[in-house]
Antibody, heavy 114, light 107 residues
Framework: EVQLVESGGGLVQPGGSLRLSCAAS????????MSWVRQAPGKGLESVAN????????FYVDSVKGRFTISRDNAKNSVYLQMNSLRAEDTAVYYC???????WGQGTLVTVSS | EIVLTQSPATLSLSPGERATLSCRAS??????LDWYQQKPGQAPRLLIY???NRATGIPARFSGSGSGTDFTLTISSLEPEDFVVYYC?????????FGQGTKLEIK
């Protein structure tokens, strides 16, 4: 069974950092790009970051450039999102997705508040 | 950034009726357009990829069409579980933008 499981969300103060993890199983992880997509409470979906299969090419939405870093470890079948200098507007459920969205995890909630 | 505009924002229909949802792109995305369904409290689920291909396990009542800038998701005969939110997404250019969603509600 193809599965993605996110972890690492929580409550953080503005300016703080969090590292999200996504563990993949049930498919050849190294053959697929991976994405992080977020959804603010009651709002729509926003693509945050994408990483190519070998990890050598990354993409970020403008609002997180310079603050967030996507990475992957193909040996551990995992993708990560390091989030620094967090702002209130980063509050959302963060989903990891296989490719552009073929399969999604259950999401992890990040709340940025003092 | 490519902007996707979905219409209508809310669609009120009855079970058994046909639903037609629209997604318009601000510039051509070729056929790189996907449709997702999202139920309350759940992650989105891929319905249609590359404009017209049903994802694995998706019922035949769901179909997609279009290319370039205009796309349509059609649900041929609505079931009670179909009354949720639908999003389109383009993966032609980064960022892979989403439409704002169409909520399908029971009339």
């Amino acid at each position: 069974e193809v599965q993605l499981v996110e972890s690492g969300g929580g409550l953080v103060q503005p300016g703080g950092s969090l590292r999200l993890s996504c563990a993949a199983s049930g498919f050849t992880f190294s053959s697929y790009s991976m994405s992080w997509v977020r959804q603010a409470p009651g709002k729509g979906l926003e693509s945050v970051a994408n990483i190519k299969q070998d990890g050598n090419e990354n993409f970020y939405v403008d609002s997180v450039k310079g603050r967030f870093t996507i990475s992957r470890d193909n040996a551990k079948n995992s993708v990560y999102l390091q989030m620094n200098s967090l702002r209130a507007e980063d509050t959302a459920v963060y989903y990891c997705a296989k490719g552009f969205g073929a399969i999604w995890g259950q999401g992890t909630l990040v709340t940025v508040s003092s | 950034e490519i902007v996707l505009t979905q219409s209508p924002a809310t669609l009120s229909l009855s079970p058994g009726e046909r639903a037609t949802l629209s997604c318009r792109a601000s510039q051509s995305v070729s056929s790189y357009l996907d449709w997702y369904q999202q139920k309350p409290g759940q992650a989105p689920r891929l319905l249609i990829y590359d404009a017209s291909n049903r994802a694995t396990g998706i019922p035949a009542r769901f179909s997609g069409s279009g290319s370039g800038t205009d796309f349509t998701l059609t649900i041929s005969s609505l079931e009670p579980e179909d009354f949720v939110v639908y999003y389109c997404q383009q993966h032609s250019n980064w960022p892979h933008s989403f439409g704002q969603g169409t909520k399908l509600e029971i009339k």
